[in-house]
């Protein structure tokens, strides 16, 4: 079955999406002088939730250079638009915004069993309007498996990782208020390797870990791993951050660094 093919004839239309909008440039139906997106040059920052990618993506596109400023949905977005309508289409459900991040990941995973490489692929049912060939910076995909997919299927994209410890992404995701980390608390420390638990237990007891971070983070996992992509030496379009000692703008830098070249500061 030609996923996209059914998606745009048995789901697309029964949604109204801010596409026109929000992104002039970019359609999900086939369009004279648009190009798909996994054929357009990419730098696509890849992080697990916590981590600080939107605000150090917001930063590397203030300072960028030679870079497209054309902007691409989400994925947030992209998940509302495609992956999740799609897997509730497949499974007879009404199509109905889901906001609870747990009960999210379990439609992009339903997704991801009928799509071969989940929401990498789900990205790349994008259309763009042709606009050059500078390359696009964003954000989107998630987990060994979707960032296999991109750097098997896409040349023209560049991943770029940010990585933190475990208990370090926990206690700032503990930190943040966002109305989207919507999830029933969890104080299940299993998702974690048992040299951790022992401290995660003690942060959790002491506040720094909320339960809610614990119910968001262990779903994650459970979808995507806890720890960054292990195969990334073998795809020279890959590269990995550590970030754990950086302020997001240094983030921002380290990110527009490795897209020029340029040795790190």
Same mark, same amino acid.
């Given at each position: ?56 993506? =917001?930063?590397? !596109? #203030?300072? +960028? ?7 691409? @949905?989400?994925? $947030?977005?992209? *998940? ?98 966002? =109305?989207?980390? !919507? #999830?029933? +608390? ?7 390797? @048992?040299?951790? $638990?022992?401290? *995660? ?65």
């Amino acid at each position: 079955m030609d996923a996209r093919a059914w998606y745009l004839r048995e789901v697309y239309p029964r949604l109204r999406l801010p596409l026109e909008g929000r992104y002039p440039a970019v359609s999900l139906e086939d369009a004279a002088g648009s190009r798909p997106l996994g054929a357009q040059p990419l730098v696509m920052l890849v992080a697990l939730t916590g981590t600080g990618k939107s605000t150090a993506l =917001d930063i590397a !596109r #203030a300072r +960028a250079e030679g870079i497209s400023g054309l902007r691409i @949905p989400t994925r $947030r977005e992209v *998940a509302d638009w495609i992956a999740i309508p799609a897997a509730q289409a497949w499974a007879g459900e009404p199509l109905l915004p889901i906001a609870d991040r747990v009960r999210r990941f379990h439609y992009t995973s339903r997704f991801a069993e009928r799509v071969p490489g989940g929401m990498a692929a789900a990205f790349s049912w994008l259309r763009i309007a042709a606009a050059g060939h500078a390359p696009l910076l964003s954000e989107g995909i998630r987990g060994g498996r979707e960032i296999s997919f991109a750097l098997r299927h896409f040349p023209h994209w560049r991943i770029i990782e940010l990585s933190l410890p475990p208990l370090t992404r926990l206690r700032r995701l503990s930190r943040r208020r966002e =109305d989207f980390d !919507r #999830a029933q +608390a969890s104080r299940d420390l299993s998702f974690l390797p @048992p040299s951790l $638990r022992a401290e *995660a237990q003690s942060l959790l007891e002491a506040g720094e870990i909320t339960p809610r971070a614990l119910a968001i983070a262990r779903a994650e996992a459970a979808n995507y791993g806890l720890f960054p992509f292990a195969d990334g030496a073998g795809f020279p379009q890959y590269q990995r951050l550590d970030i754990e000692r950086l302020s997001p703008e240094q983030v921002a830098q380290a990110i527009l660094d490795s897209i020029t070249g340029a040795p790190p500061s």
